[in-house]
């Protein structure tokens, strides 16, 4: 009887524990919302052009009654731009997430292994010399370039992990050469490029949320709900991944194939985001280690929690991009490296004093 009891108290504290656990991950997804919120409603009410913030937030919620100028500000320049900012977020957040959750390496994102450059050169070959490696592309031919080069980039990078003598950790060394021989590339077509080319090359290098539109702001979003419902599918196998390849092989996953497919979704996901606002880093790098400091590694609360502080990064990087300089908007892209470099230096030095 004792011992009945006392596995029965375990049980019960084991229980208690868990659901313990589960509301303070719930209370910390809530409170990623409400940061969300609160940053993309002030970027909405807040940028050039000095609008009283209780005009322009009467302007959303009652457009007829706003001034003309008020209206237009916020329904034709300001509202796209937070909203594409919020996706381009949120996609890097996901990308980011998954390729340190399939590579099990903490350094791991779209901008350390060169799946964003890869996607600028792609687009540029594009826009400086008319080259689609799409059929039939059409207005979609730098989405569709920069698709290919990502994904070209994302399956050499899993082949030569595959290599003997190659580790996880190697990956990101070979991701940092990757991202400047496409760099590289990148600045033999700016020297080749025309003015007006030139001018659209300096937008991807630099990162801009300057150009939103409806079919950006689509097939960002269409692409990003595919990929959380692939990796929604996948959650128990991306988690048992977390806890090596030995023991996720044990349980059934197929390691190799798990990892090709994700970089694939996530190379899809990176180019769309790139084809639409540019090279953007440490979004993807920050955002999910926000995340996983928060709830762990579990996947139903790690990877919405990422998206959404990479929505809420974004959202702010814009909100800054816009008030730094009075008069100015610049570009994003400079924001999130000036604010990520410390964060990328402060990981390498915790993951050598771990290691």
Not at 120 to 148: D, E, Y
């Amino acid at each position: 009887m004792n011992l009945e009891a006392s596995g029965d108290a375990g049980q019960v504290a084991l229980n208690t524990g868990f659901h313990r656990r589960e509301a303070r991950h719930r209370a910390w997804l809530l409170a990623g919302l409400g940061l969300l919120l609160v940053s993309f409603l002030a970027d909405l009410l807040l940028g050039p052009g000095n609008h009283p913030p209780g005009e322009v937030l009467r302007a959303l919620w009652q457009p007829q009654q706003a001034s003309p100028l008020v209206r237009i500000t916020l329904w034709q320049i300001r509202l796209p731009t937070a909203l594409l900012a919020l996706l381009a977020g949120a996609g890097l957040a996901v990308a980011g997430a998954q390729m340190q959750t399939v590579l099990d390496n903490p350094l791991a994102d779209p901008f350390t292994l060169g799946l964003a450059s890869a996607a600028s050169f792609g687009a540029a070959l594009a826009v400086v010399a008319g080259i689609s490696l799409l059929p039939l592309a059409g207005h979609l031919a730098a989405a569709g370039n920069a698709f290919v080069f990502s994904l070209l980039a994302a399956g050499a990078i899993h082949l030569l992990g595959r290599l003997r003598g190659v580790g996880l950790d190697t990956l990101v060394l070979l991701g940092i050469a990757t991202m400047f021989t496409f760099n590289a590339l990148l600045g033999l077509l700016q020297y080749l490029a025309s003015p007006d080319a030139l001018q659209q090359l300096v937008f991807w290098s630099l990162g801009s949320l300057a150009r939103p539109s409806g079919l950006k702001l689509g097939l960002i979003a269409g692409v990003l709900v595919a990929c959380l419902l692939l990796c929604r599918c996948l959650g128990w196998q991306l988690s048992a991944l977390r806890l090596g390849r030995v023991s996720a092989q044990a349980m059934g996953v197929r390691v190799d194939r798990l990892r090709l497919g994700v970089l694939a979704a996530m190379a899809l996901l990176t180019a769309v985001v790139v084809a639409a606002v540019g090279t953007i880093g440490f979004v993807g790098l920050v955002a999910p280690h926000m995340a996983r400091l928060l709830v762990g590694e579990q996947q139903r609360h790690f990877l919405p929690l990422s998206a959404l502080c990479g929505a809420s990064l974004m959202c702010i990087a814009d909100l800054a991009s816009k008030l730094v300089v009075p008069g100015l908007v610049l570009p994003i892209g400079i924001i999130t490296a000036l604010a990520g470099l410390p964060a990328f230096f402060l990981l390498i030095l915790r993951r050598r004093r771990s290691s």
